[in-house]
Structures are given as C-alpha cells and as structure tokens.
C-alpha cells in the first residue's frame, strides 16, 4: 500500500510561483508512473502533468505546458510540481496519483482511472 501526502500549496497572487510536494509511504516511488491533477471548485478532476516510472517521459495539459515542470527524487520518496506564471484559473485542490504500472503514453498518463493511488490534495489559489 502507498500513502501520498501533498505539500506546498497556499494563496499566492497572479504571477507567482509554488512548488507542490508530494511524499510517499509505505513504498518506494522509483517504479511507479507519478502524476498531478487538480479540481477546481464545481468542475471534474482534470490532468495537470505526469512523469514516467523511469523519469525520461514527462506528459502535460496544455493550459499548464510550458509554465508548470514535473520532476521526481527516488531518494527522496518525492515528485514535485513547479509552478510558474501561475494564473487564477490555476485554482484548484491538487492531487499526486502513482501507479506501478508503465502508461506508455499521454492518453493513458492522463486517465484518472489508470491510478490506482492518490493523495488527499492541497489547495492552491491565486488572486487576481
């Protein structure tokens, strides 16, 4: 069993930037695929970006693309999320997915339903 704890998440102003962290327990991350996705207040649970179990594939929504970077520390136990040039419309509850399994591709990495793991979120919002 896995347990994901998130991190880093706060009230911040147009612009800004955060860095989400999510921790794990119970296992080590260094063969799963890890991921982000966010909900915002009223919409569904949407895909933010995802590395691969090996860390040479990162996948990512393009609203965040070019402004939002993955990355993972097997000796830490970690994957982060380094926001930049964050925007209202970033607002949401974040959440770490993991799953052992290799997604082979963005469509899969982006399904909710291929994670078998997930964290319990961290607010992030940004003021206009």
């Known amino acids: 069993q896995v347990q994901l704890v998130e991190s880093g998440g706060g009230l911040v102003q147009a612009g800004d930037s955060l860095r989400l962290s999510c921790a794990a327990s119970g296992r080590t991350l260094n063969s799963y695929t890890l991921a982000w996705f966010r909900q915002a207040p009223g919409k569904e649970r949407e895909f933010v970006a995802a590395i691969s179990r090996a860390g040479g594939s990162t996948y990512y929504a393009d609203s965040v693309k070019g402004r939002f970077t993955i990355s993972r520390d097997n000796a830490k136990n970690t994957v982060y999320l380094q926001m930049n040039s964050l925007k209202p419309e970033d607002t949401a509850v974040y959440y770490c997915?993991?799953?052992?399994?290799?997604?082979?591709?963005?469509?899969?990495?982006?399904?909710?339903?291929?994670?078998?793991?997930w964290g319990q979120g961290t607010q992030v919002t940004v003021s206009s």
């Open positions: 997915a993991a799953d052992p399994r290799s997604m082979g591709s963005w469509y899969r990495s982006a399904a909710i339903s291929e994670y078998n793991y």
